[in-house]
């Protein structure tokens, strides 16, 4: 598709964009103002109070972020005049019927100007509380969808979603949709409303018990990763994801989606610069930790692909997508319209690719502590299956632990206590292990 297509279908349009505190809304937003000055409005759905506090998130969380530099550079001293011209920030939640809109005027006026919605609102902790997650990434679709009903302009709903709604499936991973009740592994019975039914029964249940805030927390962290294992997920959220996309299955009629998949978002490849992200996200974080000397093993397959895509390059897709599917003239009457966003056939990187990067960019580039010194890194060492894994961190920390507790009696406190500390330590990162497991030794494509 031709830039100048993509830049006249944006002209004179207004984009609804829930979740715009995210990471990949932030560079949606971030590329539609600086490649199309003449876009109407956009508005952004953020979770908050009311106007002042989501103001207050927009100018903190969004166009006060370095990633705004190079428009804020174009503008000058317009930037701000063109951001309260363009921008205009919404208090709601997506959880919630009408998008938990109070204000009736406003909603009525965002329904009557919206020409397109881009939903990237997601809560995306593999364990995330069950409750929080289903409300969020699958009825939030379909409060989307159903608010996108209202619009008298509209004409694309584009719904980011991920490649990891077809579970640990090896091989060709073909763009099929998510069949309502649909299990990955046969298990019958899955039935999205009783899913919620099964939620508040477990809640009414904790909070007669007295159940502290805590326990409630983990509780349905762990009801969602049951959940999810019951009909063949890894975890709560690509289960929660996958129910999303259920819903629009059974619920769009004749409303034009676009579902755009990506695989694991990584920093931005060139624009509006290259390398801006924003905290430690999935790989990230075991490059940091390698980084900074934390990472002794690393858990992988060396030969098999993970597959990363940048966040420009999802973003530049999702702008397509959105303009081929959204032209007017365009019939309504398609079904099915996904896409995949990755890099494993047109551009694979092993896990030895990885381990081989990140040597060479830490030898060259050395972490520096807080004492200013530089940090050295060696090669980690890769365990390629969880036997060897448990047994590896058994050995390096919690055998010799336990041996200095048995010679050393007059510190047997101390060491009982260490003992202990180092035991739940290692219990969480085993849990953390377990999560992604399913990505490290992940074989489709």
Known sequence: MELRSVLHFLEDKTILVTGATGFLAKIFVEKILRCQSNVKKLYLLLRATDIESATHRLHHEIVGKELFRLLKEKLGTKFNSFVSEKLCVVPGDISKQDLDLKDSILMDHICNQTDIIVNIAATTSFDERYDIALGTNTFGVKHVLNFAKKCTKFKVLLHVSTAYVCGERGGVVVEDPQEMGVSLNGVVGLDIDMEMKLVQQKLNQLREQGA????????????????????????????????????????????????????????????????????????????????????????????????????????????????????????????????????????????????????????????????????????????????????????????????????????????????????????GVMRLVDLYKPYVFFNGM
């Open 212 to 427: 502290s805030e805590h326990h409630i927390k983990l509780a349905m962290k762990e009801l969602g990763i049951q959940r999810a294992n019951l009909y063949g997920w890894p975890n709560t959220y690509v289960f929660t994801k996958a129910m999303g996309e259920m819903l629009i299955q059974i619920s769009k009629k004749n409303i034009p989606i676009v579902i755009v998949r990506p695989t694991m978002i990584v920093s931005t490849y060139k624009e509006p610069f290259p390398g801006w992200i924003e905290g430690a996200r999935t790989i990230d974080s075991m490059i940091l930790a390698y980084g900074k000397g934390k990472l002794s093993c690393f858990l992988a397959d060396l030969k098999k692909v993970f597959d990363a895509i940048p966040a420009d390059m999802v973003v530049n897709a999702m702008i397509v997508a959105m303009v081929a599917h959204g032209n007017e003239g365009y019939s309504s009457n398609y079904d099915n319209i996904i896409y995949h966003v990755g890099s494993s056939v047109s551009n694979p990187v092993k896990y030895g690719d990885l381990r081989d990067y990140s040597f060479k960019y830490f030898t060259a580039k050395p972490w520096i502590n807080k004492k200013g010194k530089p940090i050295r890194v060696g090669k980690v060492t890769i365990l390629n299956n969880m036997a060897s894994f448990r047994r590896y961190m058994f050995i390096r920390y919690l055998l010799p632990l336990k041996g200095l507790q048995l010679v050393n009696k007059a510190s047997g406190k101390y060491f009982q206590k260490t003992y202990h500390e180092l035991y739940r330590k290692i219990h």
